[in-house]
């Protein structure tokens, strides 16, 4: 009976070595023994029985090493929050999903339609998880950041770089585990520029719809110094879907300042919106209005989510993909922190990616 009670009582203690072993790929027998106040000799026998059950697990000298990490146990559980109706963010799903594959991770999803409601509810959900991480992107409104902080675990939260509840803590180091994966949309809005004054245009319009990306980007507008002119597109921002066109004042106001004949130096002969959505919108209003494109007008759309939508219009795109696979990643590389530098100590941290330039057939030189 006493060999039972013993053994039951190593069992929880063995999960936890064996899971930390997944973790890390190397545990140590002093270390073990010196965090659970036991013998060696117990971390041993410990060892030995983790050793019988997991066929990658090897024995050296002071420990044990994992030759290849083992796929019937998850390495992690990752819960990932992201909004699953946003054609922006498919990509980005599908890279932490791929992401999660190659790591060994188990993800735990509780994506949502990008409302405020629903992020609260799947962040509470996930929270009565046992989860090791997090993947989400938050609105700006809201209490999703401060919910994220009080998960207590490692996190990374995607294109929302400037999130006002991300500096409403003291600012301590190791104060919270909540690192950011984002593009970095200002210099999005510098290479579409560059792209459209290196093709000779000179008189460009810049439409940018108000969403979370257009600070960034107007950010960027701005600081390129071209010589454009800047105007936001104003959007009614609770509605998701179908995505809205500018208004038509507006759209009628582009078209007038972009068909010939008219004033040379006055007539526009690029325009550069955000989102793609409202260029498709801009193209089918030109086209209509007798305006070749891009004979007489390039359009460059920032965004790219409409590939494969008709026309095919040329675009600043987000590496959305990239920006799942990294957030995923990060977190990884977070929890692996442990035990191999300092885990409460480190700073939290952005990797920004910048966008790409793809060339379709809505951009060409200025005439």
Same mark, same amino acid.
């Given at each position: 009976m006493g060999e039972r009670s013993g053994d039951e009582l190593a069992q929880p203690r063995r999960q936890a070595i064996r899971r930390e072993l997944e973790l890390r790929g190397a545990v140590r027998t002093a270390d073990l023994a010196r965090r659970w106040g036991v013998s060696g000799r117990t971390v041993q026998r410990d060892l030995e029985w983790i050793a019988d059950e997991v066929a990658e697990a090897r024995r050296v000298y002071g420990g044990l090493v994992l030759g290849e990490v083992s796929r019937s146990v998850p390495m992690l559980r990752i819960g990932m929050v992201l909004p699953v109706?946003?054609?922006?963010?498919?990509?980005?799903?599908?890279?932490?999903?791929?992401?999660?594959a190659a790591h060994n991770v188990q993800l735990v999803t509780g994506t949502y339609g990008y409302r405020e409601e629903q992020e609260a509810v799947a962040l509470e959900r996930l929270g009565e998880l046992e989860l090791d991480g997090v993947v989400a992107a938050v609105s700006l409104a809201g209490s999703g950041y401060d919910q994220l902080r009080e998960l207590g675990v490692a996190t990374v939260v995607v294109e929302r770089p400037w999130h006002p509840g991300r500096f409403s803590g003291s600012g301590a180091v190791g104060e919270d585990l909540i690192d950011h994966v984002c593009t970095d949309h200002e210099a999005g809005a510098m290479i579409?520029?560059?792209?459209?004054?290196?093709?000779?245009?000179?008189?460009?319009?810049?439409?940018?719809?108000?969403?979370?990306?257009?600070?960034?980007?107007? %950010?960027?507008?701005? $600081?390129? !110094?071209?010589? *454009?002119?800047?105007?936001?597109?104003?959007? &009614?921002?609770?509605? @998701? #879907?179908?995505?809205?066109?500018?208004?038509?004042?507006?759209?009628?106001?582009?078209?007038?300042?972009? %068909?010939?004949?008219? $004033?040379? !130096?006055?007539? *526009?002969?690029?325009?550069?919106?955000?989102? &793609?959505?409202?260029? @498709? #919108?801009?193209?089918?209003?030109?086209?209509?209005?007798?305006?070749?494109?891009?004979?007489?007008?390039?359009?460059?759309?920032?965004?790219?989510?409409?590939?494969?939508v008709e026309p095919s219009l040329s675009a600043v795109t987000p590496r959305r993909h990239w920006i799942g696979t990294m957030a995923l990643e990060t977190v990884v590389d977070r929890l692996r922190s442990r035990g191999r530098r300092s885990h409460a100590e480190r700073p939290g941290y952005q990797v920004s990616l910048l966008p790409e330039l793809v060339l379709r057939s809505s951009t060409a030189q200025a005439v």
């Amino acid at each position: 009976m006493g060999e039972r009670s013993g053994d039951e009582l190593a069992q929880p203690r063995r999960q936890a070595i064996r899971r930390e072993l997944e973790l890390r790929g190397a545990v140590r027998t002093a270390d073990l023994a010196r965090r659970w106040g036991v013998s060696g000799r117990t971390v041993q026998r410990d060892l030995e029985w983790i050793a019988d059950e997991v066929a990658e697990a090897r024995r050296v000298y002071g420990g044990l090493v994992l030759g290849e990490v083992s796929r019937s146990v998850p390495m992690l559980r990752i819960g990932m929050v992201l909004p699953v109706r946003d054609h922006y963010y498919a990509a980005v799903i599908a890279g932490v999903r791929e992401a999660a594959a190659a790591h060994n991770v188990q993800l735990v999803t509780g994506t949502y339609g990008y409302r405020e409601e629903q992020e609260a509810v799947a962040l509470e959900r996930l929270g009565e998880l046992e989860l090791d991480g997090v993947v989400a992107a938050v609105s700006l409104a809201g209490s999703g950041y401060d919910q994220l902080r009080e998960l207590g675990v490692a996190t990374v939260v995607v294109e929302r770089p400037w999130h006002p509840g991300r500096f409403s803590g003291s600012g301590a180091v190791g104060e919270d585990l909540i690192d950011h994966v984002c593009t970095d949309h200002e210099a999005g809005a510098m290479i579409g520029l560059r792209h459209l004054t290196e093709l000779g245009h000179r008189r460009i319009l810049c439409l940018v719809r108000e969403t979370a990306t257009a600070d960034p980007l107007l %950010r960027g507008l701005e $600081r390129a !110094g071209a010589p *454009v002119e800047i105007r936001p597109i104003p959007v &009614d921002p609770a509605t @998701l #879907d179908p995505w809205p066109g500018p208004r038509r004042e507006i759209v009628d106001e582009v078209v007038a300042r972009c %068909r010939p004949p008219g $004033r040379r !130096g006055d007539r *526009v002969t690029a325009v550069f919106v955000h989102a &793609d959505w409202e260029a @498709l #919108d801009l193209y089918e209003h030109l086209v209509g209005a007798g305006v070749d494109v891009p004979g007489q007008v390039s359009l460059l759309a920032y965004d790219g989510v409409a590939a494969g939508v008709e026309p095919s219009l040329s675009a600043v795109t987000p590496r959305r993909h990239w920006i799942g696979t990294m957030a995923l990643e990060t977190v990884v590389d977070r929890l692996r922190s442990r035990g191999r530098r300092s885990h409460a100590e480190r700073p939290g941290y952005q990797v920004s990616l910048l966008p790409e330039l793809v060339l379709r057939s809505s951009t060409a030189q200025a005439v």
